[in-house]
């Protein structure tokens, strides 16, 4: 049991050039040829959280039920988009995963799962810069939570656990249905207003609320916006669902490549 985790560790650590050398080829890439460069990571959002809090919090005057405070809904708006871009974007790479890497495993000789953590590290790059650009909002408005703001550091592990899982699952599907990308692009569409981000859970029917409660994402968001919003303490219990999701899913995650392994490099 012990070697199953100490040797993937080993190998991550051994080719931690072509990891880190991959993440900084792909940050770069993002903005080659582009005037302002890396600035762009910072000026779009920036301007989602300008637009969000001048909209919602000043023109709207949008509030959330039982929160007085003038930038409550922005914040809990922000806090739900701002996850979720990280979820999203860490799914929809590693749906293509394997096609986008089709000759790397062709002709390179690797540990595979390099790959996934490749994607995760550029989604945890360009999501801290979007992070500390939050936090200097809530430090601005008078708004940040203080020390227990760490307590999204279990969150965000959590998440990422479930996101790249999820991803590699649907990304091994993807080598032999290629409808399963596009399909799944619809279902996140679909997933993202059935997820509390937009609209605080309280107002919704209490039938629906408890359908919305299936979805696994709902303890996430809520564990994220009580935290920037109330500054309150995650209900861990609320998390153990997409915990065990998680888990189950790296574990069909893991299990399908080793099975298949040979099938999806003749397949690419």
Same mark, same amino acid.
């Given at each position: 049991?012990?070697?199953?985790?100490?040797?993937?560790?080993?190998?991550?650590?051994?080719?931690?050039?072509?990891?880190?050398?991959?993440?900084?080829?792909?940050?770069?890439?993002?903005?080659?040829?582009?005037?302002?460069?890396?600035? &762009?990571?910072?000026?779009?959002?920036?301007?989602?959280?300008?637009?969000?809090?001048?909209?919602?919090?000043?023109?709207?005057?949008?509030?959330?039920?039982?929160?007085?405070?003038?930038?409550?809904?922005?914040?809990?708006?922000?806090?739900?988009?701002?996850?979720?871009?990280?979820?999203?974007?860490?799914?929809?790479?590693?749906?293509?995963?394997? #096609?986008?890497? /089709?000759?790397?495993?062709?002709?390179?000789?690797?540990? &595979?799962?390099?790959?996934?953590?490749?994607?995760?590290?550029?989604?945890?790059?360009?999501?801290?810069? !979007?992070? /500390?650009?939050? /936090?200097?909002?809530? !430090?601005?408005?008078?708004?940040?939570?203080?020390?227990?703001?760490?307590? !999204?550091?279990?969150?965000?592990?959590?998440?990422?656990?479930?996101?790249?899982?999820?991803?590699?699952? #649907?990304?091994?599907?993807?080598?032999?249905?290629?409808?399963?990308?596009?399909?799944?692009?619809?279902?996140?569409?679909?997933?993202?207003?059935?997820?509390?981000?937009?609209?605080?859970?309280?107002?919704?029917?209490?039938?629906?609320?408890?359908?919305?409660?299936?979805?696994?994402?709902?303890?996430?968001?809520?564990?994220?916006?009580?935290?920037?919003?109330?500054?309150?303490?995650?209900? &861990?219990?609320?998390?153990?669902?997409?915990?065990? #999701?998680?888990?189950?899913? #790296?574990?069909?995650?893991?299990?399908?490549?080793?099975?298949?392994?040979?099938?999806?490099?003749?397949?690419?």
């Amino acid at each position: 049991m012990a070697s199953a985790v100490i040797r993937p560790v080993r190998e991550l650590w051994l080719y931690r050039g072509f990891i880190t050398g991959t993440v900084k080829r792909e940050f770069q890439s993002k903005y080659l040829n582009s005037l302002l460069g890396v600035a &762009w990571t910072v000026i779009q959002p920036l301007a989602m959280i300008i637009v969000y809090t001048l909209i919602f919090s000043q023109i709207m005057q949008a509030k959330l039920p039982g929160v007085e405070n003038t930038f409550g809904y922005s914040i809990y708006l922000c806090s739900g988009i701002l996850t979720w871009g990280l979820f999203a974007e860490i799914t929809g790479r590693a749906q293509n995963l394997f #096609l986008e890497n /089709a000759n790397l495993l062709k002709k390179l000789s690797f540990p &595979w799962f390099c790959l996934p953590v490749t994607v995760v590290l550029s989604g945890c790059l360009n999501f801290l810069i !979007i992070f /500390a650009l939050f /936090a200097l909002f809530l !430090i601005f408005t008078g708004n940040f939570p203080g020390w227990i703001v760490l307590a !999204i550091i279990p969150v965000l592990l959590l998440q990422l656990l479930f996101s790249i899982s999820l991803g590699l699952v #649907l990304g091994i599907l993807n080598v032999f249905f290629r409808d399963v990308g596009q399909l799944f692009a619809v279902v996140l569409q679909f997933w993202f207003w059935l997820t509390p981000i937009v609209y605080p859970l309280s107002i919704l029917p209490e039938q629906l609320q408890q359908l919305i409660h299936l979805n696994p994402l709902t303890g996430l968001m809520g564990a994220y916006q009580g935290l920037f919003v109330s500054a309150q303490v995650p209900d &861990w219990s609320s998390l153990m669902p997409i915990t065990a #999701l998680a888990l189950l899913l #790296l574990w069909a995650s893991v299990r399908l490549y080793s099975k298949h392994a040979a099938e999806i490099v003749d397949e690419l």
